[in-house]
Antibody
Framework: QLQLQESGPGLVKASETLSLTCIVS??????????WGWIRQPPGKGLEWIGN???????YYNPSLKSRVTISVDTSKNQFSLKVTSVTAADTAVYHC????????????WGQGTLVTVSS | SYELTQPPSVSVSPGQTASITCSGD??????ACWYQQKPGQSPVVVIY???KRPSGIPERFSGSNSGNTATLTISGTQAMDEADYYC?????????FGGGTKVTVL
């Protein structure tokens, strides 16, 4: 059974960089059938797609976040990572990693999510 | 940028049918899927590729997608179906979410 687990600091200071890692178990991150993505949800609000990365290393980002976001993959560790620079309180959210199947983009497996709070 | 519009809330009586719409320009030309999210939990896909239902999802969940509108229908709604529902479109390797609809079973 595929499992995804987010890890990283739960508290980040404003203006600094948020860094999270998603460890994938039960399946290979190198499969060409899937993208690997990040999605966030501010408290009490809806889902916001951050971006994803394909097995080739090609990345796609939400235009509203593109200037501050980097997604990378480490196939040797079967994990992928997210960095968001210059964070503000608006970046406070539950951050989920997810697997997206490549045909229709369905996020078929999700991590449990991790709350990241940006403090001033 | 591409946008998807959902009604903020839908109310339904137990046993009745709930329909949730998701509107976007030429949405019928893209793949749509639907997620159910209960408080404190990660979203779960209930419909993918417009009309397909994952294993383990009850048959009362169905989907359609045509023109500018995708629709999630819950037939014979049960109390356990009370949740937030999000539509999603897939376009050029990017993901677009609707704003979400809170389904209340009265």
């Amino acid at each position: 059974q595929l499992q995804l687990q987010e890890s990283g600091p739960g508290l980040v200071k404003a203006s600094e960089t948020l860094s999270l890692t998603c460890i994938v178990s039960g399946g290979s991150i190198s499969s060409s059938r899937y993208y690997w993505g990040w999605i966030r949800q501010p408290p009490g609000k809806g889902l916001e797609w951050i971006g994803n990365i394909y097995s080739t290393g090609r990345t796609y980002y939400n235009p509203s976040l593109k200037s501050r976001v980097t997604i990378s993959v480490d196939t040797s560790k079967n994990q992928f990572s997210l960095k968001v620079t210059s964070v503000t309180a608006a970046d406070t959210a539950v951050y989920h990693c997810a697997r997206q199947e490549a045909v229709a983009g369905t996020n078929d497996y999700w991590g449990q999510g991790t709350l990241v709070t940006v403090s001033s | 940028s591409y946008e998807l519009t959902q009604p903020p809330s839908v109310s339904v009586s137990p046993g009745q049918t709930a329909s949730i719409t998701c509107s976007g320009d030429k949405l019928g030309n893209k793949y749509a899927c639907w997620y159910q999210q209960k408080p404190g939990q990660s979203p779960v896909v209930v419909i993918y590729q417009d009309t397909k239902r994952p294993s383990g999802i009850p048959e009362r969940f169905s989907g359609s997608n045509s023109g500018n509108t995708a629709t999630l229908t819950i037939s014979g709604t049960q109390a356990m179906d009370e949740a937030d529902y999000y539509c999603q479109a897939w376009d050029s390797s990017t993901v677009i979410f609707g704003g979400g609809t809170k389904v209340t079973v009265l």
